[in-house]
Each structure stands twice: as structure tokens, then as C-alpha cells.
């Protein structure tokens, strides 16, 4: 009896341990979070502005350009429908098609100066890890014995690969800065001369009177632009990524005949602009602003020159050491002769070595953390000019004046012939819809917008969309531009005052404002709930837009981001759940 009771107190107590166990567990909340995946945020956002509503009301539309009017394609009183030509507009006074040209240009150096920027970087970081591979490897050597400096010897055998690849991005590099310089020089001094289809009408006014006194040298310098845009191509078709020292040295030679060309071509267009005729489209003011551009040039190229010729040194010093001609091989057997010297000297001062670990992690992780952001500015750069591209783009369109909607043309303002601006009214027409709200953006703004955009109208309780009808060319005194929406609903007060929604596409993804916890002017972190807890994530933040912030770099793909506040969550306390 004694022993049934004593083992029913014991299956007593063990049971009472169990349930405090799963007590423990089944007491804890549940904590949810709303989450939204990185790979569906959206690059279009809506901003919000207050706006009167009004009666339907005629259009005038206006020039968004400066020209000359071509043709006029309808009449008075003549039906059109939306995107019908009606005016067109020559382009004879800001050469927006050469501007678009040159904003395609501005995307080309853009993408160009990204890639240098990487090479650069990729260079750097190779710099600072061989360095601290080094420093390890003679902190191994104070505290080892002379078995293990060998191998550490081997290791910097074995890094000796690594070393010589330096010499192959530099080439990189030498290639990159030579397309960077010759392309300025060329796009200069086509400019002056005019030698290519693209440039041949920008000097047209002064033409005869550059160079004039001396035909002959103005020839010679034309047709040192045209093989200098030869050796050009000959440097952009240049090998990377080799280790063969002939191709290097090959092509080191011919970025020198290169440089070699444009000091030619620069000597010559000084004798050319020192030739020239002063008129009134030449004056001398002209010619002294050019000279001054050529000097810079000639500047300019003389360090990519000293530039060239040190890397060539470098190579020969390099081959000059060794045999053959892959300098690989050279590097590992300069690395040989160190492994035999190491294996005399292997002792170093332990407190020396140690520092020059801890300086090169230290420059390792500073240039590691600062790549991204290098990046993340390039990367903005080409975005900008893509922008800029677009810009010009649309300018260059708006050259063609299409009814923004269906209506009926009003009255044509303009006679063929006529000389017109921004802001120059065009043609009035009458728009089919029932009521209309004016809304006014900042410039900022205006650049995102178009007209046939659709519009998200709330008034009275009830909501609308609406089509943007117009968007002014010319700010108001309050440096704001007029935006027309039009919608087909009737509503009942006239006069009041609505919130209008306008579209802006851009080029980056955006997240709320209170998602984000800002650290520094660019910098800030967001938190992802990566499958087992909420982890805090750095981001590169960019322009703020209403309630939404641009997000340039950080986030991955398939990144579930927390949206919202999780501040007091206490893993102790709280289950996490995600709400459906």
C-alpha cells in the first residue's frame, strides 16, 4: 500500500512539471505582422492636391516649345479625337533634336563612368585584401615557428596570383580614362569644326571665317578629327581581362597613338583660331574663349599621357625581373624568391604585425561599407540622365501638338509662319466632359506628369476618374504650374473643393514613410521577417515624395518587409504571426 502511494505522488508531481511546461508555451500571445514582399512594390505613387471644381470649360492649348509654325493640319470648328495632329512647329530655334542627341550621349558617359567606377572600386578592393591577406599572414609569422612562417610563405605564393591582377585592372582603367579624355577633345572640337554629320550645322554662321586666313591647316585639323574617331574605336575595341603581356604592352600603344593624335589635333586648332577672321558671328571673344579650351585640353591630356607612359614602366619593370611573357608567371616567381628568403628571416615583430592586421581590417570594412554607396551613385547618375534623355525626348515631341482629348477645335491663334514660344496659345477647343478641377504642382511635379494621365477625384463623399486635360508651360506668381483634369460625372456643388490623385511613375521603388527609421540624411533601416524573427536591414534612402520615400539599395528580392509598428513586441511574451 506504502508503495502505490509513493508512486502515485510521483506521477503526481511529473504530471504538474509537464503542465507548467506546456503552460509556459500556451500563455504566450500572438503577435501579428503585416508584411509586403520587396518584389511588389510599386514605382508609381499618387500625390495629393486640393482643387475647385468647375463647369466644363474650353481649352487653350499652348506651346510647349520655341520654333516656327510649319503646317497647320485642321480647321475651326473641326472634330478631332484625342492624340490628332493639329499644329506642327519647326524646330529652328533651340535644336532640341541635337539636344536630344546629346542627353543619348549623357546616358553613354554616365553608363560609362559607372563601369569605370566599379573597375575602380573592384581594383581598390582587391588593393586593401591583398593587404590584409599580407598583414595576416606576417602576423602569423611573429608567433609561429619556422615550419609555419613556410607556410606562410606558401600563402603568399599562392596571393601572388592575386597581386598581379592588379596590373590588368589598372589596364582597365588607363583604357576607360583614354575613351573618357579623347571623347571630350572630340566632342570640343567636332563642335568648332563641325566635321561630322552630328556637328555640321552648329558652326554653320562662322564657319568660313574659322581658320580662314589658312585653308590648309583647317583641312589637316578635319582630318586629324577623323582619325582620332579611328584610333577611338581601335582603343574601344581593346581586350580586358588578359594576362598576356604583349596584348597589354600592343595596347598600350595604341592609346599613346591616340593621345599622340589629339596633341596634334590640339596644336593644330590653336593655329587654326589663331588664322580666323574676326567678324560679328566670329568675334574675338569667341576665339579667346576656344584657345582657353584648348589649353585646358591640352592640360587635361598631358597627365592622361604621364599616366600611360608610368604604367608602361611598370609593366617593363615587372618583365624585367622574370622570363616570358605572362606576368602571372613573373609575379610567382618574384613570390618564389620570397618563399626562399622567408625561410631564413622568419621572425617579425609580433606588436607591429598585429597593428597592421587591425589598419587593414579597418580600411577593408570602411572601403567594403563605402562600395555600395559608390554604386548606389552611380547608378542614380545614369537614372538621372535617362531622366534627362526623356526630357529632351518629350521636348522634341512636343514639336508636334496633338489635341490633348476629344473635342472640337475652337479657334486656330496662330498663323503659319508665326514665330512662337512656351506659353504661345495655339488653339482653343471644347472639351466633351461635364465638369473640370484646376489643381497647381510644383516644377518638380510637372516633370512627371502627361497630359491623358488618369486621375483619382474624391468629392462629396463619392470618387471619380478623371483625365488630365492640360498642364501649363508657364508657373503662375507663385512659381506653381496650372494642371486641368476633366471627368464625365456631373456633381451636384460647383465650386467646391476636391482631392485630386496625379500619377507620378519613378525610377525607383517606394515605401511608406513610417516604415522606414531614418539614421542619416541617406541612410536608414527598415525591418524584414525573414521566416524565424524580424531583423533590422540598412537601406539607401532618396527623394521623399508626399507619404512615400524612394528606396535606392539595401532591400533583396523576396525581401518580406514589416509595415507595421512591432516596437513593443517581446519574443518572452508573443508568437509571431503573420496576418493574412
Request: aromatic fraction near 8%.
Amino acid at each position: 500500500m506504502k508503495k502505490y502511494l509513493i508512486g502515485l505522488f510521483v506521477l503526481l508531481v511529473v504530471g504538474l512539471l509537464a503542465g507548467c511546461s506546456n503552460n509556459t508555451e500556451d500563455n504566450k500571445q500572438d503577435f501579428f505582422i503585416e508584411t509586403m514582399s520587396f518584389n511588389n512594390l510599386d514605382q508609381e505613387i499618387f500625390i495629393s492636391k486640393p482643387g475647385r471644381v468647375a463647369g466644363s470649360q474650353d481649352i487653350v492649348v499652348t506651346s510647349q516649345v520655341a520654333g516656327r509654325v510649319k503646317s497647320i493640319e485642321m480647321k475651326d470648328g473641326a472634330l478631332v479625337s484625342g492624340e490628332q495632329l493639329v499644329v506642327i512647329i519647326s524646330d529652328t530655334v533651340a535644336n532640341y533634336g541635337l539636344q536630344v542627341q546629346r542627353a543619348k550621349n549623357a546616358i553613354n558617359r554616365a553608363s560609362l563612368q559607372k563601369e569605370q567606377t566599379k573597375v575602380s572600386l573592384d581594383k581598390s578592393l582587391t588593393d586593401v585584401s591583398t593587404a590584409l591577406d599580407v598583414a595576416q599572414n606576417n602576423y602569423s609569422v611573429g608567433k609561429l615557428t619556422t615550419e609555419q612562417s613556410l607556410k606562410k610563405a606558401e600563402l603568399d605564393f599562392s596571393s601572388a596570383t592575386a597581386q598581379s591582377q592588379n596590373i590588368y585592372l589598372q589596364f582597365d582603367l588607363e583604357k576607360n580614362n583614354a575613351l573618357n579624355v579623347i571623347d571630350t577633345i572630340l566632342n570640343q572640337l567636332d563642335t568648332y569644326l563641325g566635321v561630322t554629320e552630328e556637328y555640321e550645322n552648329i558652326n554653320r554662321y562662322y564657319e568660313p571665317y574659322l581658320g580662314g586666313n589658312d585653308v590648309d591647316t583647317k583641312v589637316n585639323a578635319k582630318q586629324y578629327v577623323l582619325d582620332l574617331y579611328d584610333l577611338r574605336e581601335k582603343i574601344s575595341d581593346l581586350s580586358s581581362n588578359t594576362n598576356d603581356s604583349k596584348v597589354v604592352l600592343s595596347g598600350v600603344d595604341i592609346i599613346e597613338k591616340g593621345y599622340n593624335k589629339a596633341n596634334q589635333l590640339l596644336d593644330t586648332m590653336k593655329i587654326v583660331i589663331t588664322n580666323s577672321i574676326v567678324t560679328s558671328s566670329l568675334s574675338q571673344g569667341m576665339l579667346d574663349g576656344y584657345r582657353a579650351k584648348v589649353d585646358g585640353l591640352l592640360g587635361s591630356l598631358q597627365g592622361a599621357k604621364t599616366g600611360v607612359s608610368a604604367y608602361r614602366r611598370q609593366v617593363n619593370a615587372l618583365l624585367s625581373q622574370g622570363t616570358g611573357g605572362n606576368l602571372i608567371e613573373v609575379t610567382k616567381e618574384q613570390a618564389k624568391i620570397g618563399y626562399d628568403i622567408a625561410r631564413i628571416n622568419s621572425h617579425n615583430t609580433l606588436f607591429s604585425t598585429e597593428v597592421g592586421v587591425k589598419s587593414a581590417e579597418t580600411n577593408y570594412d570602411n572601403l567594403l561599407k563605402n562600395k555600395d554607396i559608390q554604386i548606389s551613385m552611380a547608378n542614380n547618375a545614369v537614372s538621372e540622365a535617362n531622366l534627362s534623355y526623356q526630357d529632351a525626348l518629350s521636348r522634341f515631341n512636343n514639336l508636334s501638338v496633338k489635341a490633348p482629348i476629344n473635342g472640337v477645335i475652337g479657334n486656330i491663334l496662330v498663323d503659319i509662319g508665326q514665330e512662337v514660344g512656351p506659353g504661345t496659345p495655339l488653339f482653343t477647343l471644347s472639351s466633351n466632359d461635364k465638369q473640370t478641377i484646376e489643381v497647381y504642382v510644383t516644377a518638380e511635379e510637372r516633370g512627371y506628369l502627361s497630359l491623358k494621365q488618369l486621375a483619382k477625384i474624391s468629392y462629396g463623399g463619392l470618387d471619380f476618374t478623371g483625365t488630365i486635360l492640360s498642364v501649363s508651360s508657364v508657373a503662375d506668381k507663385t512659381t506653381l504650374y496650372k494642371v486641368t483634369v476633366g471627368f464625365g460625372d456631373s456633381v451636384s456643388l460647383l465650386g467646391g473643393i476636391a482631392s485630386v490623385k496625379l500619377p507620378i511613375s519613378l525610377p525607383f521603388s517606394v515605401l511608406p514613410i513610417n516604415v522606414i527609421t531614418p539614421v542619416t540624411e541617406n541612410k536608414g533601416f527598415v525591418r524584414v521577417y525573414d521566416g524565424t524573427g524580424i531583423q533590422k536591414q540598412s537601406v539607401i534612402l532618396g527623394r521623399v515624395w508626399d507619404t512615400y520615400i524612394e528606396i535606392f539599395s539595401g532591400l533583396y528580392n523576396g525581401a518580406n518587409i514589416v509595415t507595421n509598428d512591432v516596437s513593443y513586441f517581446d519574443p518572452s511574451k508573443f508568437s509571431l504571426k503573420i496576418k493574412k
